[in-house]
């Protein structure tokens, strides 16, 4: 009987809705827009059906990753009715969790984190990552510039924003796969030390130094942030898509360290994601929770004004800042579809549910930049000598010669 009520109510929401929306019972009857319909649900199971019952992203991307619906049609297709039919945009990506729910961020706890989202298979990464596995957002000089050109045009950005100068000793924290402090060495002659608590990553970077015959030139580390010892060691830092990770409670130790680390006059580029909302402690509900459990284990979002007043109190002058929203939207449009073209591959070497999981990860997150939930933003600040910034050039054009 129960169940009965439920179809009719579903069918009524999708009939009312006007969506393009197909709706496939596990019987095999069609409810919702049979005719034109550009998305297809499938309830593969009766107990599907509460998935669809005061819905939301988060509730169908755990339906969907766990074998209770398959979704047919163009990805951004399906989180766009998705969230009509959700009305998810006014709570989830948007609001924040709740304040009940925070993270630790010991050393242990973020090696587990990081390798739980890393070390998944370094060959899965290079199915629908640039040819230098870059893992961040790229920078589009131009709307039709290939994943690659746009990869190769981010790592030429970061290092001109910190002004990079040969023989300068330069840190990557978090420096995934390798792709920046490769460039910066090849291509700006710096001397390198990338960090990572990643297994895959090291022994793949360390690879690379050694096919590029880059030995005395750039270092990798399997390292925490906290635990690098060169104090007053660098002229240059750069932490790119790893501050995600580190959780507010830390914000002070993570700026702390990183000043401490840096000479007097020398320069840090802070590049990562960032909440839209300003009240917002993580990734949100809904999506937020999805993530959390199936993706980023320890992930934590604050808004820019945090990552600013934190910099700024650890002694930091933030120097320039910019938002670079619509270009990770764009990257990870780029990245889903790479994924899907390679679906068989993908699921041979992590598995059909895993596959499920970044599918909705990927695009949901493109989602989430295009519809202004989430902010990426590059901060470059510098740590002042006698209260001056001799290292610092006068005005943008630098960025851009």
Known sequence: MLEKLLVHWVRRRLETSGLPLTVELWNGELVGAVANATVRLRLRRPASIKAMVDPSLGALARAYVEGALDLEGDIHDILKLGDRLCNAGDCALKSGLDGSRWWRHTRSRDRKNIQYHYDVSNDFYGLWLDAKRVYSCAYFKTPDMSLDAAQEAKLDHVCRKLDLKPDERFLDIG?????????????????????????????YVRQQIEARGLDGRVEVRKMDYRDVPEQGGYDKIASVGMFEHVGRANLATYFDRIAALLKPGGLVLNHGITSAALDTSGLGSGIGEFVEDYVFPGGELVHVSDVLRAASGCGLECLDAENMRPHYGKTLCHWVTRLEQNTESACQLIGEHKYRVWRVYLAGSAHAFDRGWLELWQVLAGKGDGGLQPGYPFNREYQYR
Do not use: K, M, P
């Open 175 to 203: 420096c995934g796969w390798g792709g920046l402090i490769l460039h910066a060495v090849e291509h700006y002659g710096v001397r390198a030390v990338g960090i990572t608590l990643s297994d895959d990553q090291h022994a």
